[in-house]
T-cell receptor
Framework: AQKITQTQPGMFVQEKEAVTLDCTYD???????LFWYKQPSSGEMIFLIY??????QNATEGRYSLNFQKARKSANLVISASQLGDSAMYFC????????????FGKGTLLTVNP | GAGVSQSPSNKVTEKGKDVELRCDPI?????LYWYRQSLGQGLEFLIY????????KSGLPSDRFSAERTGGSVSTLTIQRTQQEDSAVYLC?????????????FGNGTRLTVT
């Protein structure tokens, strides 16, 4: 089983600046995947980015990138050029065993982008 | 195309009543999941369906909870004799496959309030 830890209950960032949201994981399984989801106040869960344990390079999707450090068991989300619409809850989630059901979610980080 | 559809979006029920929550997954997605999101517990896995395989019910909190998926498509989550601790947002998700890297696409959820 995975354990996902997000240590930042809340983060603030100025519009147009970059921000890093922390996520650490704990699993003994050599095959695992890490996901980031965004949940705006409307409640929908929006998939942002995925990193597999065997992926050689850090994942990137537009303004989102994943700073994956296996030795530290961290998978931090970096959002570049923050926009007001980025204000939301962000969840890190992990799946292990080569399957992606039974996602284990962290407690989330509430990001507020200031104008 | 259309996303995951859940109904109702909100449900208020009296303690002891039964409720049914419906999920219509994305067309072509063979995997379907139910999660529960509550303030105290965060996001919890409830149940997983994959094609015609037996569902993984390991996350269901009690025998008052059950779910079925008819024809490999629509799913219904049933809670019998509801209790106040059942109050939460129930999220349904679907994915194309369950190999790592196939993201879960979530619906907007059903907010259940038990009075």
């Amino acid at each position: 089983a995975q354990k996902i830890t997000q240590t930042q209950p809340g983060m603030f960032v100025q519009e147009k600046e970059a921000v890093t949201l922390d996520c650490t994981y704990d699993t003994s399984d050599p095959s695992y995947g890490l996901f980031w989801y965004k949940q705006p106040s409307s409640g929908e869960m929006i998939f942002l980015i995925y990193q597999g344990s065997y992926d050689q390079q850090n994942a990137t999707e537009g303004r989102y990138s994943l700073n994956f450090q296996k030795a530290r068991k961290s998978a931090n989300l970096v959002i570049s050029a923050s926009q007001l619409g980025d204000s939301a809850m962000y969840f890190c989630a992990g799946a292990s065993g080569g399957s992606n059901y039974k996602l284990t979610f962290g407690k989330g980080t509430l990001l507020t982008v200031n104008p | 195309g259309a996303g995951v559809s859940q109904s109702p979006s909100n449900k208020v029920t009296e303690k002891g009543k039964d409720v049914e929550l419906r999920c219509d997954p994305i067309s072509g997605h063979t995997a379907l999941y139910w999660y529960r999101q509550s303030l105290g517990q965060g996001l919890e896995f409830l149940i997983y369906f994959q094609g015609n395989s037996a569902p993984d019910k390991s996350g269901l909190p009690s025998d008052r909870f059950s779910a079925e998926r008819t024809g490999g498509s629509v799913s219904t989550l049933t809670i019998q004799r509801t209790q106040q601790e059942d109050s939460a947002v129930y999220l349904c998700a679907s994915s194309y496959r369950t190999a790592s890297g196939s993201p879960l696409h979530f619906g907007n959820g059903t907010r259940l309030t038990v009075t």
